[in-house]
């Protein structure tokens, strides 16, 4: 028996997200299905981060444990060969066999995308947040500034969360605009529902001016979902690596 | 009456193509059924780029006559109300009433985009072409610099194709690469069928070593399809924009 860690990217908008649901297919479903019929087993993966519906991953996390003699190196060749195009395993290694993808201290990167332009463009209808309105960069990134660190992010978390502690650290974002594209990069420990596309949707408050950067402190302290901004739509965001600090 | 040229992009994944078809649905049939029942007259536009099944636009050119009172520069807005996602108008404004798009000077420019990485990225699927093999972007360069210039294009056109006259002007292509993505800039006043996919094609073999860039040359004087490398998939391909010398 061994434990192997794939490391996977997915286009989410064809999915209801990555947990299995109901109402639609999911990308784990899609990954224990495929596992479960290629190894003749019953394979349910751990993931690490449970995106939204429509939300993309350059590199979701997730372990399983299997009793196949494929060398774990070998999992992410065998798997693309049957699953669908928008679902890609980039890497595949063993790890130890206690290693929790969702326990485990890591580092979350998120990164969502803003087409800011005069008219959308159709190739990255999927793939961004088209806003027409002009971004004030500077006036964004102070607004982020605030909520570097530890805090409690229960303003900044969907009411339909069942987590009790909102305590979160984040450890960096940076706004960022190269042509038509601004891009929101979000570094932290661990993240609550919701709450890279709240913080999006409040910097994006920032940038046109509905807001003053000092309001985030405000927003922060008011511990409501309400005094935050609103969430910016699931196609912006995208997951884009875990890093753990015991890594495979 | 007055004649309203259109700039238009588009995701061609879902389309056979500009041009109307039997099998299936050109990005043409839909501007011309939306512009023909938004103004209750029977519009034909004219197309400058007949771009292939799943090849992109940034900048498609159409033209159109009307007798509607609608000002020439609110018909981007008018059309992209009733417009499906992935068509969207980027500009209109009215032109001289002997304005072509195809038979007016201009200066087409294409990009084809690829994807060098070691596993295929999904969200890039449909918008770029996957290589795994290492590309010498040196060699890719030293090749395309053959084909500067004014030549008999015959290696490098579909066989398929009506044209007589087979001796166009490329003035400039340039091959870049940054992080994971190669590009290959090419414009020109003109192009043949498949002309640009399969400079990609030959240009990509020049990359892997598999040709050595002085081989384009005697490619370009075999003046025969079969000297040439292979077309290029069409997701890799835009038509970034057209630059007319009367422009409007």
Redesign the interface.
Known sequence: MKRVMLTI???GTNYCGWQTQKNGLAVEEVINNTLSEMLGEDICVIGASRTDAGV?A?GNVAVFDTDSRIPADKF?YAL?QRLP??????SSCQVDAGFHPRHCNSTKTYEYKILNR??????E???SHFLYYDLNIKKMQDAADYLVGTHDFKSFCSVNTQVKDTIRTIFSINVEKSDETVKIRVSGNGFLYNMVRIISGTLIQAGTGQINPEDVKIMLEAKDRNAAGPTAPARGL?LVGIKYQNNC
Chains 1, 2 share one sequence.
């Not at 195009?85 to 980039?90: E, S, T």
């Not at 005069?118 to 190739?123: A, E, I, K």
């Open positions: 990217a997915y286009d993309h350059m992410s693309n195009d928008d679902i890609v395993v980039q005069r008219f959308p463009l159709p190739t209808r999927l793939y995208t």
